[in-house]
């Protein structure tokens, strides 16, 4: 019922001065497309390849003062995240990204350059990706609410689904746990450095290759790490009926987040276990010798009901911090 | 950083209460999938099939107070919109809808019931064009926004895109116009019928068939009606490089628009004119022979810059009504 004006020429540099159009080119504009994109911006749709001839699709939500804090985190770090948690779910099913969708509600008085700034940590992710931004909408609303929808394609694999896990399976992981839980209990001390861990909770390096390995290696089950290790494995043991047991000895926990835990007086381990928003990859293998070289084994499979929790560490119920293991039960 | 709690076992009805997981449960279960969802909700994302081998895809954004008000629309009228707009972008590439992908952002304190009455209306209107939904997000904000991506198939056609009119080609219409633009005028002045009218403003009933048909009888451009006709047939001139004009003769007042618009004292030809909201189907075929059974000639394309205006109304410019014209030039 109500659109942005058209550019009132007055040097006005919000998103209702430039209308609709101005904002989206501003998005679009002297941006390249990958090959995947057939038909990009401009058109009632866009045109993305899907040589399987099945498409991987997901949708997230980031909403100001939920997901993302203007304050904390600059644009362009909402705009990488944005985009890296939604490739995050395409490659956990073991597909290759092939193309990012963007709808932004943004009220009216934004600056452009807020704009420009998402758009281009959105456009910087997908290149580390190697895709690009094939379309979206913009409108307006009283808070930055962002949606990205990133499709993907499995190039003749199955997809990797949670619930293939076998008992006796292999549990393994790639890329970094604890580290943005370590940059938030940073930024809520008031702190802004280091900035190497500061900067994992503004925006998640998910191991975009790694998926697609770890299914060409023959995984049974993967998830990507969102909610926690331990919530998240949770869920590999409920859709797989079976139950896991993970190592601790085996979760590496980097010099720099150690430092980090004990300047706050925090466990660096409980990071590890239960801090969400890494997205690095977890997965079960058939056995050790089906690991992909980069991922580290950290557990194991078992059979439902043999263990005193659905997923044991070190072999009891975790226990740790302040209560993280019954947030998730 | 936060996130809608688990159930209290209060009887608490919200979607706080319900948690993240409960209102995806409440959204999605029960619900049939068609053939063409290969992994539904409940993995890490959705599989999709895409024969073509390419898929379409298009993302809008609906926010609360800007496109639709829950005091003038039920829930499930929202629903279906929010849906019904996706779908049409995608039958005006020529492509036949093969899934939608849901992000639903609302308060904690929004009543469940409102959420399965919006996700009823979204089935329901996928259900209109043989599909499903086959994933989503739902997370908390502060307004209800709805992001919906939907996916198509272009049977092994090109995609038919704004930029393929050409000077000679018939222009043609398919679907309702003005009707919304009506609707929301009775709405307006406080009245709640005619129903037929006032329900074409809480959602459109775009013709998801005549897409495909339109491509498959050579259809050399296409756009969904949303700004109003006279503004999407300028995006037609814009993109394909010609002018159009329209003649009113063949424009279809309605007999009940007609009545509404004279208990209202407006022109019903300036709704159908610059309504929006719509989303009928306005296509160019390279002759009359070449335009499908149920669509309606209602102009034609002539070379740009032979017209006073890229886009003419029987030949002159538009200055009907309130001025609509000057809205979009």
Not at 158 to 187: N, T
Not at 229 to 251: E, K, M, P, R, Y
Not at 295 to 306: D, E, L, M, N
Request: charged content about 15%; overall charge negative.
């Amino acid at each position: 019922m109500q659109k942005p004006s058209k550019d009132t020429g007055s040097g006005d540099r919000t998103v209702a001065s430039l209308g609709e159009f101005g904002t989206i080119d501003a998005v679009t504009s002297g941006r390249s497309q990958p090959d995947s994109t057939v038909v990009g911006p401009g058109d009632d749709a866009a045109v993305v390849t899907a040589p399987d001839g099945r498409v991987v699709a997901t949708t997230d939500v980031l909403v100001q003062g939920v997901h993302f804090r203007l304050d904390w985190s600059q644009p362009e770090h909402v705009g990488r995240k944005s985009v890296a948690v939604n490739l995050a779910d395409v490659v956990a099913m073991g597909a290759r990204p092939s193309s990012v969708l963007v709808g932004l509600a943004c009220p009216g008085t934004t600056d452009i350059s807020t704009v420009t700034e998402l758009a281009d940590g959105m456009w910087a992710e997908a290149a580390r990706a190697g895709i690009g931004l094939a379309g979206g909408d913009t409108v307006s609303a009283d808070q930055v609410v962002i949606s990205v929808t990133a499709l993907g394609d499995l190039q003749g694999r199955a997809p990797v689904l949670r619930s293939g896990a076998r008992a006796g399976d292999v549990l393994a992981m790639c890329g970094r746990l604890g580290w943005a839980a370590g940059g938030l209990a940073v930024l809520g001390r008031g702190f802004r450095s280091p900035v190497g861990v500061v900067n994992a909770h503004r925006y998640p390096e998910p191991p975009y290759t790694e998926g697609p390995a770890a299914a060409e290696a023959g995984a049974t089950s993967m998830i990507d790490v969102s909610d926690g290790l331990l919530a998240d494995v949770q869920h590999l043991a409920t859709s797989s009926g079976v139950g896991f047991d993970i190592a601790t000895q085996n979760l590496r926990v980097d010099d720099r987040l150690a430092e980090v835990a004990s300047a706050l007086g925090a466990d660096p381990l409980h990071w590890v276990l239960t801090g969400g928003e890494d997205h690095a990859l977890v997965a079960t293998f058939p056995g050790e010798g089906s690991v992909p070289q980069g991922w580290t084994r950290i557990g194991t499979v078992v059979p439902a009901g043999s263990g005193p929790a659905p997923v044991t560490v070190d072999g009891g119920p975790y226990t740790g911090g302040d209560g993280g293991w019954q947030h998730w039960r």
